[in-house]
Nanobody
Framework: DVQLQASGGGLVQAGGSLRLSCAVS????????VGWFRQAAGMGREGVSC????????YYDDSVKGRFTISSDNAKNTVYLQMNTLKPEDTAVYYC????????????????????WGQGTLVTVSS
């Protein structure tokens, strides 16, 4: 079974940094994509970033471009989201999700693109 485990959330002041991790298990090859989503209180879940493990292609929402960086350590089967220059509006529960490439349509920002989800990790940015 495919499983994802997100970690690394916490409380940080505006302007600070955090690195989230998503440990992925259960895939037998690198033919999958991992996305990060976030959900603020009372809001819908929105796509933040995505990486295609096979070739390293990355995607970002405009709201985080230049501040967040997604990367993968394929040896550790872990995807990271480095978040810099955090803002109070980045406060949310962050989730990672995975999709096999044979089902990936490229609409990385849509929640129904992904078959597998991890539990969330809370990021709180104080002003």
């Amino acid at each position: 079974d495919v499983q994802l485990q997100a970690s690394g959330g916490g409380l940080v002041q505006a302007g600070g940094s955090l690195r989230l991790s998503c440990a992925v298990s259960g895939f037998t090859s690198d033919d999958y994509a991992v996305g990060w989503f976030r959900q603020a209180a009372g809001m819908g879940r929105e796509g933040v970033s995505c990486i295609v493990i096979r070739d390293g292609t990355t995607y970002y929402d405009d709201s985080v471009k230049g501040r967040f960086t997604i990367s993968s350590d394929n040896a550790k089967n872990t995807v990271y989201l480095q978040m810099n220059t955090l803002k109070p509006e980045d406060t949310a529960v962050y989730y990672c999700a995975a999709d096999p490439l044979n089902r990936f349509t490229g609409n990385w920002y849509l929640i129904y693109e992904y078959d597998y989800w991890g539990q969330g990790t809370l990021v709180t940015v104080s002003s």
